[in-house]
């Protein structure tokens, strides 16, 4: 098909245009070739004819959604705006279709939707049965997947409507995925409650029925992707065991995906699953196993040169070996985790720089092939002219040339503007979820948190997919240091802050041994203004915090430090003490003194509560006024008596009441400690 493409002979040329539609399968298999995509520029050049331009762009669009999804969309629209033209109603299903994929993958959901919502209402016109459905089923794959990211209780009536038309048309794929879709839909609901709910565990019955359902129509049916849909319905069922604590059935499915992976040579799906393995053994206690795993998913990753899972597997292997007394080693992975991290993000940003080098290098190709189809035109234009009113042939004929380049010419300015913008946004959106993904790799496991402090609890609410808001903790020999902190700004910004901070708290506890809280923000004010000074312009930022560290032995006893962040004691009457801070950040600071500390006895019973200022802060009300730090600690006095769970409902109900229609004003973080 390439080398039929590649010739200028006009009959092998409407040949090829002939064929194209019934070799469109094989060449599936290499859209995503840059040859191929060559030889479609090449025949697009040669031509002129609406309906073979519009399939040649929508080619063009399919070739390019795995490569660049801005060209894609970019080229989608050119065939859309053609089959517009012509009223071809059943190829604009077509490109809707890839267009709301488009916009979903680089994260333009409301486009997306459009897309969607245009293929149900198009459905309804449509004679043809099949026809009908296989178009409601594309607008509802749609739906589906866009409110599966932004809403997912949005997504529940679709995918009822998806198991309903599957089944009407016997489509066993389709059936499948929307017994799957269902499956995850459940699972999210399950995630939403809290902790040993009742109803947390029926919809964990409720997603397994379904993942069980669609395992077993896949299992029956001759489809394609067979095998990944069923390892993808295997993974969520031991997802949901893993959930349930029952780990040994969990291992149990992780075992079977894990020799499936094995055959098939997929080495991502290995190393996944050996974490995967490595984090249920550790559950359970079997510590020496889950480093057996973890070294297996290490050496693989090694062998392949898969370096992007290698922190996580190196921090669990960390852990690992702290429970097993082994700190040496403990230590020692620790240090690889943050050093293979600091080497992957450095790989990003060189990657970046060859995609940048490539694009370039693309761009000028086409506009080379643009000077040449040019040059052949104006020769044309030229041998043309000859003998026929040479004169003025001649000056109509630069008129015309100069109209027609400076046309191109804002058009091209036009298009490389469109895409520009349209990288942008996808570089912005890329970053910010690699950002939430580092920040969340600083969090505290809240598995860990609850079996150092069972009676707790954590309310961490960004504003945004990363927060300036972060919560910490260090389990240490002797006591255990828990912090609410808030730096400045929110968003990335914010974010960037929270890692530095949250790094200079663990170096000051770990490396540099501050036991005393006021000497522990004393060593983080160093780091953090040290890391700040650095940079070429006087940067400001900082962080305010509520430092506490309890007593292992006799956890009444504790001590606090604070940087603008106070400490609330209720005890179980519901009297409330608000212990002071000192009043500067962690930061520069022009009159800056060293951190002060508190030794505080509590009583049984007595709950402590750490809070950055985004709860108080919130508008709402009747008035649209902040909740305010009174309206807290009387909030704090009401629920003293309720158990530590109830609390934390209530902190999340008022607080969603209060806020009513309004945004979330900044990051919120609230930590509630019972003492028994």
């Known amino acids: 098909m390439n080398v039929l493409c590649n010739k200028t002979h006009p009959v092998i040329v409407i040949l090829c245009r002939v064929l194209y539609c019934y070799l469109f399968i094989f060449n599936l298999f290499s859209q995503n070739n840059p040859k191929y995509i060559d030889s479609l520029l090449q025949e697009l050049n040669h031509s002129h004819h609406d309906s073979t331009l519009a399939k040649m762009y929508l080619d063009l669009s399919l070739a390019y959604e795995k ?41 333009d959901y409301q486009n997306a939707l459009k897309y969607g919502i245009k293929l149900l209402q198009s459905s309804d016109k449509i004679k043809d ?39 009407q048309i016997k489509d066993k794929e389709d059936e499948g995925i929307a ?5 995850n839909y459940f699972i999210y609901s399950a995630f939403t409650e809290k902790e040993d709910s009742i109803k947390k565990y029926q919809y964990l019955d409720s997603a397994y029925e379904s993942y069980t359902s669609a395992m077993n129509i896949f299992n029956s049916s001759v489809i394609p992707d067979k095998v990944s849909h069923i390892l993808s319905c295997k993974e969520n069922i031991a997802t949901i065991y893993n959930h349930k604590l029952q780990y040994d059935k969990a291992i149990a499915y992780y075992l079977e995906i894990m020799r499936t992976y094995e055959e098939m040579k997929d080495y991502d799906g290995m190393v996944s699953t050996y974490n995967n393995i490595s984090t249920c053994l550790m559950s359970i206690k079997k510590h020496n196993e889950a ?33 097993v007394g082994d700190y ?6 620790s240090k690889r985790s943050k050093a293979v991290n600091d080497s992957i993000m450095d790989i990003e940003k060189s990657k970046n720089i060859q995609e940048l080098s490539v694009k370039y290098e693309t761009q000028l190709k086409d ?3 643009k000077i040449l189809k040019s040059r052949t035109e104006r020769q044309k234009i030229i041998s043309w002219s000859i003998g026929i009113m040479l004169l003025l042939l001649s000056l109509v004929t630069f008129l ?120 522990i923000l004393d060593t983080t004010q160093s780091i953090v203004v ?26 009444r006893h504790i001590q606090y430090s604070g940087a603008n962040r106070p400490l609330y004691i209720v005890s179980e009457k519901g009297e409330i003490q608000e212990i002071k801070p000192d009043k500067q950040p962690i930061g520069k600071y022009d009159n800056e003194q060293p951190f002060n500390k508190q030794d505080i006895i509590l009583s049984s019973n007595d709950t402590i509560y750490l809070a950055t200022d985004g709860y108080s802060d919130q508008f709402g009300g009747d008035k649209d006024k902040k909740f305010s730090a009174k309206s807290l600690r009387k909030l704090l006095s009401d629920i003293a008596n309720k158990n530590i769970e109830q609390q934390k409902e209530i902190f999340l109900d008022t607080h969603i009441k209060w806020r009513g229609k309004l945004e979330q004003t900044d990051d919120i973080t609230v930590i509630g400690i019972k003492i028994t």
Not at 81 to 101: A, F, P, T
Not at 137 to 165: N, R, S
Request: hydrophobic share 35%.
């Open 291 to 323: 480093i057996d795993y973890l070294n297996k998913g290490i050496s693989t990753c090694e062998k392949v040169g898969i370096y992007t899972y290698l922190p996580y597997l190196y921090s669990n292997l960390s852990e690992a070996y702290e429970k």
């Open 328 to 333: 040496k080693n403990a230590l020692l992975y």
């Open 179 to 183: 017994q799957y879709n269902m499956g």
């Open 367 to 369: 506009a080379e092939n």
């Open 400 to 519: 015309v040339y100069k109209a027609y380049q400076n046309k191109n010419r804002v058009n091209r300015l036009i298009t490389i503007q469109k895409q520009l913008i349209e990288q942008r946004n996808k570089d912005i959106i890329d970053s910010i979820i690699y950002a939430k993904r580092i920040q969340h790799a600083i969090l505290p496991s809240l598995k860990i948190w609850k079996e150092l402090l069972p009676n707790s609890f954590v309310l961490y609410l960004p504003k945004d997919k990363v927060a300036g808001d972060f919560y910490w903790m260090e389990d240490m020999e002797d006591y255990i240091y828990v912090a609410a902190a808030d730096c400045t700004g929110h968003g990335v910004p914010g974010a960037i802050v929270s890692v530095i901070c949250s790094n200079a708290l663990t170096k000051a506890v770990i490396e540099d041994k501050q036991v005393e809280t006021n000497g």
């Open 129 to 167: 049965k099949r026809l009908r459905y296989r178009t409601k089923l594309d607008g509802l794959h749609l739906m589906i997947g866009v409110y599966f990211i932004t809403d997912f209780i949005k997504a529940y009536p679709y995918i009822k409507e998806q198991l309903f038309i599957a089944k």
């Open 530 to 555: 040290e890391k700040l000074s650095k940079a070429e312009e006087n940067i400001q930022d900082g962080m305010d915090i509520c430092l506490i560290r309890i007593d292992k032995k006799d956890r």
């Open 67 to 107: 490569l660049d999804v801005s060209k894609a969309i970019i080229y989608a629209q050119k065939s859309l705006e053609i089959y517009q033209k012509s009223n071809d109603d059943y190829r604009m299903i077509k490109v809707w279709y890839r267009l709301g994929e488009q916009y979903k993958d680089i994260g």
